[in-house]
C-alpha cells in the first residue's frame, strides 16, 4: 500500500520564518504534488514535480518554492512565512495516470 | 472559468437513503479522467472512484457509482444506502490527459447522514 508521510500534523510558525514542509513518499512515484486547502476554496495546487531536480508551478506558486533532491521526498519552501500562508496543506504523489496517493496534511499556522 | 464546479456546499441525507453530489466540469481536452475523493473529518483523502473520458460506462465502486454525462459535461457521484461513516467533505476533481498528471479540484461538498 502506498504511503505518503508528512512530517507534521501541526505547525505554527511566525510572520517572516523560513518554513520547510516535508513529504515523503514510499513507492517510486515519479510525480509528487504540493496543494493547499482553505475553506470555500477547495485544494490549489502550488507546485508539482514529474521527476529529481524538476518542478512545475501550478495555480497559485508565489510566496512558495520547492525542491526535489531524490525520488522520494518533495519539500514546499515558505521562504518568509506571512499570516495568509496559514492553511491546510497536501502532499501528495502518483506514477503515470494513477489516482494521486495523499499525506495526512499538515496544518500551519503563521501567527 | 471554473474547471470543476460542485454547486452544493451542502448536502443532508438520512442513513439508508441514496444521494447525489454534483459536479460540472469544464475542458477542451477530448482525453480527461474525473475523480472523487472523500476526506472524513480527520483530514484524509480518501481516493473513492475514476471514470476516463472514453470509458462507455459509469464507473462504480461499491455503493459509489458515478453518473457520467459526457455532452453534459456532468459527472456526479451517488451513493447509494448512505450509511453515518459516509458524513464528510467530498471532492470532485479532474486531470486533462493533454498535460501533466495535475488534478484540478472542485470546491466540496459537505455531506451529512443523519441517523
Known amino acids: 500500500d502506498v504511503k505518503v508521510t508528512q512530517s507534521s500534523r501541526y505547525l505554527v510558525k511566525r510572520t517572516g520564518e523560513k518554513v520547510f514542509l516535508e513529504c515523503v513518499q514510499d513507492m517510486d512515484h515519479e510525480n509528487m504534488f504540493w496543494y493547499r486547502q482553505d475553506p470555500g476554496l477547495g485544494l490549489r495546487l502550488i507546485y508539482f514535480?514529474?521527476?529529481?531536480?524538476?518542478?512545475e508551478k501550478g495555480d497559485i506558486p508565489e510566496g512558495y518554492s520547492v525542491s526535489r533532491e531524490k525520488k522520494e521526498r518533495f519539500s514546499l519552501i515558505l521562504e518568509s512565512a506571512s499570516t495568509n500562508q496559514t492553511s491546510m496543506y497536501l502532499c501528495?504523489?502518483?506514477?503515470?495516470?494513477?489516482?494521486?496517493?495523499f499525506g495526512n496534511g499538515t496544518r500551519l499556522t503563521v501567527t | 472559468a471554473q474547471k470543476i464546479t460542485q454547486t452544493q456546499p451542502g448536502m443532508f441525507v438520512q442513513e439508508k437513503e441514496a444521494v447525489t453530489l454534483d459536479c460540472t466540469y469544464d475542458t477542451s481536452d477530448p482525453s480527461y479522467g474525473l475523480f472523487w475523493y472523500k476526506q472524513p473529518s480527520s483530514g484524509e483523502m480518501i481516493f473513492l472512484i475514476y471514470?476516463?473520458?472514453?470509458?462507455?460506462q459509469n464507473a462504480t465502486e461499491g455503493r459509489y457509482s458515478l453518473n457520467f454525462q459526457k455532452a453534459r459535461k456532468s459527472a456526479n457521484l451517488v451513493i447509494s444506502a448512505s450509511q453515518l461513516g459516509d458524513s464528510a467533505m467530498y471532492f470532485c476533481?479532474?486531470?486533462?490527459?493533454?498535460?501533466?498528471?495535475?488534478?484540478?479540484f472542485g470546491k466540496g461538498t459537505m455531506l451529512l447522514v443523519s441517523p
Open positions: 476533481a479532474m486531470r486533462e490527459d493533454s498535460g501533466y498528471s495535475t488534478l484540478t
Open positions: 514535480s514529474y521527476d529529481v531536480k524538476m518542478k
Open positions: 501528495a504523489s502518483t506514477l503515470n495516470n494513477s489516482p494521486l496517493h
Open positions: 471514470q476516463g473520458s472514453y470509458d462507455q
